[in-house]
């Protein structure tokens, strides 16, 4: 039935790993070359007559409109290759599917329903699930919908225990904070307006960068940044972008 979420997962590590044989300098190998004859034949993300993401390759009617998982949205998290500044118009079709497939869930759900609200740039929408997720429960009876909530001892209760929940929620709150799918460093994408004033310290983007924020009345006040090696970078906050050169293991305030 071509499940989307599959072709994309398969993309996505086809990509990655023709990425990486560049790097290494094996880029015209035999096995590169078939891998990338491999990756154009896998069907892209479409948008269906209603404006979601397809889920399928065709379009089928869904027998649970508000079902718990949200695989064929795997390409705007934990995958890149739908974005708001690349893919307008696939991330408006997963704005579409969100709020179709509702607010409601077990526990991991909120958890990538956060991080995906939060790649939507939509801090509020994302900190409105963190909430849900974050309601004590004591509820041990198994449900796969209805559910959510923490338990007393902060353990994710989907119900029952599902540690998804726990490292997704996390996943999903520095996702608020820092995102770095793209080829920038992107600060603060998400924060939502009830998180007025914050600092947060030790947040890592990819490239091995550590970011230091702080921010009052929801502006960022102070940024740094420190990298484990020497390297370029490109650091995105409010519509600005700052071309750096790192140090390697050295501070750097950034003037954005």
Not at 114 to 130: E, M, N, P, S, T
Not at 154 to 166: E, H, L, R, V
Not at 213 to 226: D, F, I, R, Y
Not at 231 to 239: H, I, T
Request: with cysteine; aromatic share 8%.
């Amino acid at each position: 039935m071509g499940p989307s979420h599959d072709q994309q997962v398969i993309f996505n590590l086809f990509e990655h790993t023709l990425a990486a044989s560049e790097i290494l300098g094996l880029k015209d190998d035999a096995f590169g070359k078939a891998l990338k004859a491999a990756k154009d034949k896998l069907a892209r993300p479409k948008i269906g007559h209603d404006g979601r993401l397809m889920e399928w390759a065709e379009e089928f009617e869904e027998v649970e409109p508000a079902h718990r998982h949200l695989s064929h949205l795997f390409a705007l998290y934990p995958g890149n290759k739908i974005t708001l500044d690349r893919t307008p118009a696939l991330a408006k079709a997963v704005q579409q599917s969100l709020e179709r497939r509702g607010d409601d869930g077990v526990g991991w759900t909120y958890a990538w329903k956060i991080a995906l609200w939060a790649r939507l740039q939509q801090g509020d929408r994302a900190l409105k699930l963190l909430n849900k997720q974050l309601r004590p429960t004591s509820d041990m009876d198994t449900k796969y919908d209805g559910g959510g909530g923490t338990y007393y001892n902060m353990f994710d209760a989907c119900p029952p225990f599902q540690i998804d929940g726990n490292f997704g929620v996390i996943a999903g709150m520095a996702e608020m904070l820092l995102q770095s799918h793209e080829d920038f460093i992107e600060l603060l994408p998400a924060l939502p307006a009830n998180w007025k004033d914050g600092e947060i310290k030790g947040l890592v983007a990819r490239g091995a960068i550590e970011i230091d924020l702080k921010w009052t009345n929801g502006q960022l006040v102070s940024a740094a940044a420190k990298a484990k090696k020497k390297q370029k970078c490109r650091v995105k906050y409010a519509g600005k972008l700052l071309e750096l050169e790192l140090p390697a293991g050295e501070k750097v305030n950034l003037k954005i």
